[in-house]
């Protein structure tokens, strides 16, 4: 069975940072492109960024570029989200999600609380 399980959320004074994990297994890590997601309470969720498979290719929400930045390790099925100047509009549980480019099977975790307040 396929898990996606995220680690690295708290709670964080505004302008500190935090790095987001996010571990895989049972499926081929670099077959899939990756990406961190948001939701804050009574919002939709958003796209935060995305990494191709091979890690060629990153993509950022305009809301947090040149502040996060998103990696892989291909060997450790992980993927990060280092997050740098955090701000109180970033407060929202973060959401890895796993996507095989060409196929419809996409996989979720469930999530970590990032809190940013002082």
């Known amino acids: 069975q396929v898990r996606v399980v995220e680690s690295g959320g708290g709670l964080v004074q505004p302008g500190g940072s935090l790095r987001l994990s996010c571990t895989t297994s049972?499926?081929?890590?670099?077959?899939?492109?990756m990406s961190w997601y948001r939701q804050a309470p009574g919002k939709e969720r958003e796209l935060v960024a995305s990494i191709s498979p091979a890690g060629i290719n990153t993509n950022y929400a305009l809301a947090v570029k040149g502040r996060f930045t998103i990696s892989r390790d291909n060997a450790k099925n992980t993927v990060y989200l280092q997050m740098n100047s955090l701000k109180p509009e970033d407060t929202a549980v973060y959401l890895c999600?796993?996507?095989?480019?060409?196929?419809?099977?996409?996989?979720w975790g469930q999530g970590t609380q990032v809190t940013v307040s002082s």
């Open positions: 049972e499926l081929t890590f670099s077959n899939y492109a």
């Open positions: 999600n796993a996507r095989r480019v060409g196929s419809r099977d996409t996989y």
